[in-house]
T-cell receptor, first 117, second 115 residues
Framework: DTGVSQDPRHKITKRGQNVTFRCDPI?????LYWYRQTLGQGPEFLTY????????KSRLLSDRFSAERPKGSFSTLEIQRTEQGDSAMYLC???????????????FGPGTRLTVL | AQTVTQSQPEMSVQEAETVTLSCTYD???????LFWYKQPPSRQMILVIR??????QNATENRFSVNFQKAAKSFSLKISDSQLGDAAMYFC????????????FGKGTHLIIQP
């Protein structure tokens, strides 16, 4: 399978616990995005990596959230001291590099559904 | 800031008929892309069609076509000959060229196909 993969697909945790999600992008895609999708809403941008560099962070990404992409391959998203409001689907997407005047399609993974009890 | 608005939470269409999903957007950028994404139940988001803002010609992909009205900031999706497999959430999205802030999505339209 050469698509974007995410692990785990589902996570149930208790409030206050830490959770970590993993995203494996399509190989050779140097751009990686994280989005959050709550029930009844469209995905909202969280953060963006080009290779290993985190170039953009949304104001939605509070101090409890941290993302990494060591070596520019897979990425992890960690949420510390989870709150019930963190319950959502966390989506990862990857794309090839775009030129200054072009855009390459983002391919989405299946998402990780987080439930905070 | 960019916004995308989808005013139809749900649409229903008979199989083989045509349906149009609406989307309006707001951006101060002159160079951007618009997209329609499909998200089937419990399945991942896939790109249906894209439109480059500098192109006046409306994009088409088989049974899917758009009506892009740049001055009105409107970007509707027409699905012809609707099929049962078209049932899904449809999201309109925008991204500015050269931007590193990801796609901006609308809230989505739930499309129901009636056999």
């Amino acid at each position: 399978d050469t698509g974007v993969s995410q692990d785990p697909r589902h996570k149930i945790t208790k409030r206050g616990q830490n959770v970590t999600f993993r995203c494996d992008p399509i190989s050779e895609h140097n751009r990686l995005y994280w989005y959050r999708q709550t029930l009844g809403q469209g995905p909202e941008f969280l953060t963006y990596f080009q290779n290993e560099a985190q170039l953009e962070k949304s104001r939605l990404l509070s101090d409890r959230f941290s993302a990494e992409r060591p070596k520019g391959s897979f990425s992890t998203l960690e949420i510390q001291r989870t709150e019930q409001g963190d319950s959502a689907m966390y989506l990862c997407a990857s794309s090839a590099a775009s030129g200054r005047s072009s855009y390459n399609e983002q391919f989405f993974g299946p998402g990780t559904r987080l439930t905070v009890l | 800031a960019q916004t995308v608005t989808q005013s139809q939470p749900e649409m229903s269409v008979q199989e083989a008929e045509t349906v149009t999903l609406s989307c309006t957007y707001d951006t101060s950028e002159s160079d951007y892309y618009l997209f329609w994404y499909k998200q089937p139940p419990s399945r991942q988001m896939i790109l249906v069609i894209r439109q480059e803002a500098y192109k006046q010609q409306n994009a088409t992909e088989n049974r899917f076509s758009v009506n892009f009205q740049k001055a009105a900031k409107s970007f509707s999706l027409k699905i012809s000959d609707s099929q049962l497999g078209d049932a899904a959430m449809y999201f309109c999205a925008l991204i500015r060229v050269g931007g590193a802030d990801g796609l901006t999505f609308g809230k989505g339209t739930h499309l129901i196909i009636q056999p």
